[in-house]
């Protein structure tokens, strides 16, 4: 493959303007701009081989950019997609912003609803990469917002999971709640994913619990055990209710006891244990209190 510094060096020949005689033999404005664009391609691809993706994202974007000009969306969206890959690792700023572009054009120019929810939701990941919370957030309620416009509701729940985790994960209990109810409501009238919903109830019944409401946790708790009969007997239903008997108590030590049994046999990942820790210290401070 050519150096790609010789292929930007002719790319950018060609973007000159012509002008008088030699503009006869050098061809259409619109020829020279495809011409070019296609020598930043070919530089991109050469510094990908070379594995310098900075400089490699940076030709796909002016690719794109050409394109743009041209008023040929679908392409200028490829060229963004490909200046995305390469900056993924190398520079997420850069990922951020040629993906943002991209997600654009989708949504504006083509109507790809679905490409455009696949990508805000790899945005979403970005944004959680540079320790950028809030636009995760809000990322992933917009990917599973253009996957429900394209009525594909399974993995519309999927993103709005994602995003009612970070908001758990986050502190905003009550946002995390309400995209944990939707989830919850889709969940019911869909027999493959019913077999999700003790887990749905879990987080819901903890982050009421990490906001000191339990007279609405023991409500949910009730309610969801009707709802799903199977739940009041599951290892989750049961330690939900030995951890509201320890809060009213202020246990501390048989809240510790109940959660370390749990998991012994049902590993708790990274969200619950951080929600638990939460909780636990309503138990401490109802402890405190009694000790007063």
Known sequence: MADPKYLISEAEKLLKPQSGFMSFFSGSSTDRKEDASDCFVQA??????????????????????????????????????EAYKCYKDASPSDAIEALKKAIHIFLTQNGQFRRAANFTGDLAELYEKVGDQENAILSYEQAGDYFSTDRADALASKSYLKCADLCA?????????????????????????????????????????????????????????GEEPSFESSREGQLLRDILEAIEAGDLEKFQEKVFDYDKFSKLDKLKTQLLLKVKNQVVSKEEVDLL
Not at 56 to 64: D, I, L
């Open 169 to 225: 994960a986050t502190g905003d209990y009550a946002k995390a709640i309400k995209f944990y109810d939707n989830i919850i409501k889709v969940a019911m009238g869909n027999n493959l994913s019913r077999w999700s919903l003790k887990d749905y109830f879990f987080k819901v019944i903890l982050c009421l619990l990490c906001m000191d409401d339990e007279i609405e946790a023991s409500k949910r708790l009730e309610q969801y055990s």
């Open 44 to 81: 991109g691809n050469a510094y990908r081989l070379q594995k310098n993706y900075v400089d490699a994202g940076a030709q796909f974007v002016r690719a794109s950019d050409i394109q743009t000009e041209l008023g040929n969306h679908n392409e200028a969206a490829n060229h963004l997609v």
